[in-house]
T-cell receptor, first 116, second 117 residues
Framework: KAGVTQTPRYLIKTRGQQVTLSCSPI?????VSWYQQTPGQGLQFLFE???????NKGNFPGRFSGRQFSNSRSEMNVSTLELGDSALYLC???????????????FGPGTRLTVT | AQTVTQSQPEMSVQEAETVTLSCTYD???????LFWYKQPPSRQMILVIR??????QNATENRFSVNFQKAAKSFSLKISDSQLGDTAMYFC??????????????FGKGTKLSVKP
């Protein structure tokens, strides 16, 4: 079974631009979570989607948004990029069954975003 | 709010020896899960081991085992017979359990482990 895939793997953007990152979960996984990883703040939760609905959201400004499609693929968008948004963005998927989301999260390789 | 603390930013161990990574957490929850994740250099994060808070028995996965002390809110990882491939950042993580589903992962800052030949 293919793992979690994220595209693109690397991205360079300029301050003020917007960016969209994509995540395809493991087949059969309907829950997708996003995390930001930086050297200073470590790993921080952004949001989680299940069945196209945002179930949970971390403490990030409204410039960070996301969505999930009917095939469970998810995208996250960052508008008006700031230098501090430079980070590794990780996506993780979880198996679901009968509406229950299992606790084990499988991570993708991440998208390395650099804002200049 | 839950917090996870890893007090050892860096550690090193000789190949074939045993090393223990420390993790403490703070929560008022009674139902939760604890995890250790491994992130090798430039490679993706993988789950090493998981512990359910309601289980008293410590989890074990091959060379990896945990010492879970619920009252002390401590969750250390022991790696036996260390191998060069164990070189990685290790993250301790907490997940609250509520209802029929789980919450998000709350991570510690990580411990960088170097295994030396």
């Amino acid at each position: 079974k293919a793992g979690v895939t994220q595209t693109p793997r690397y991205l360079i953007k300029t301050r003020g631009q917007q960016v969209t990152l994509s995540c395809s979960p493991i087949s059969g996984h309907r829950s997708v979570s996003w995390y930001q990883q930086t050297p200073g703040q470590g790993l921080q939760f952004l949001f989680e989607y299940f069945s196209e609905t945002q179930r949970n959201k971390g403490n990030f400004p409204g410039r960070f948004s996301g969505r999930q499609f009917s095939n469970s693929r998810s995208e996250m968008n960052v508008s008006t990029l700031e230098l501090g948004d430079s980070a590794l963005y990780l996506c993780a998927s979880s198996l679901t069954s009968g509406g229950v989301i299992f606790n084990e999260q499988y991570f993708g390789p991440g998208t390395r975003l650099t804002v200049t | 709010a839950q917090t996870v603390t890893q007090s050892q930013p860096e550690m090193s161990v000789q190949e074939a020896e045993t090393v223990t990574l420390s993790c403490t957490y703070d929560t008022s929850e009674n139902n939760y899960y604890l995890f250790w994740y491994k992130q090798p250099p430039s490679r993706q994060m993988i789950l090493v081991i998981r512990q359910e808070a309601y289980k008293q028995q410590n989890a074990t996965e091959n060379r990896f085992s945990v010492n879970f002390q619920k009252a002390a809110k401590s969750f250390s990882l022991k790696i036996s017979d260390s191998q060069l491939g164990d070189t990685a950042m290790y993250f301790c993580a907490f997940m609250k359990h509520y209802g029929g589903s789980q919450g998000n992962l709350i991570f510690g800052k990580g411990t960088k482990l170097s295994v030396k030949p």
